[in-house]
C-alpha cells in the first residue's frame, strides 16, 4: 500500500499564491513520475504538470509561467508552486505517482485532493 497525501490548499485572492505538498508513503521503491491534476465543479479532470524523477517537467498551457512544479527524491514529496492566481485555477488538486513497490512491478496512486480557492 501507498498513501499519497496532499496539503497546502485554501482560500486565495486573485492574484496571490499557494504551495501544494505531496508527501508520499507506503511500500516505495522508487517513485516515478509524479502529477499534479485539478478537477473543477462539472469539468473533466485535467493535467495541471507532471515531473520526472529526472527533474524534467510538463506543464499544461493555462498554467505555464505561473506553476512550478519540483520534487524531493529523498523525501519522496512533490511540490507545486503556484503564483498569480486566478479564479479559474479554482479545483480540487490531486497527487498521482507510479510507485514502483519493493517486489517490482508499476502502480498508480492517488491522493485525495486538496481544495484551492480563488475569489475574484
Known amino acids: 500500500q501507498v498513501q499519497l497525501v496532499e496539503s497546502g490548499g485554501g482560500l486565495v485572492q486573485a492574484g496571490g499564491s499557494l504551495r501544494l505538498s505531496c508527501a508520499a508513503s507506503?511500500?516505495?521503491?522508487?517513485?516515478?513520475?509524479m502529477t499534479w491534476y485539478r478537477q473543477a465543479p462539472g469539468k473533466e479532470r485535467e493535467l495541471v504538470a507532471s515531473?520526472?524523477?529526472?527533474?524534467?517537467?510538463n506543464y499544461a498551457d493555462s498554467v505555464k509561467g505561473r506553476f512550478t512544479i519540483s520534487r524531493d527524491n529523498a523525501k519522496n514529496t512533490m511540490y507545486l508552486q503556484m503564483n498569480s492566481l486566478k479564479p479559474e485555477d479554482t479545483a480540487v488538486y490531486l497527487c498521482?505517482?507510479?510507485?514502483?513497490?519493493?517486489w517490482g512491478g508499476g502502480y498508480d496512486w492517488w491522493g485525495q485532493g486538496t481544495q484551492v480557492t480563488v475569489s475574484s
Open positions: 515531473i520526472t524523477p529526472g527533474g524534467t517537467t
Open positions: 498521482n505517482a507510479d510507485v514502483t513497490p519493493p
Open positions: 507506503g511500500s516505495i521503491r522508487s517513485i516515478n513520475a
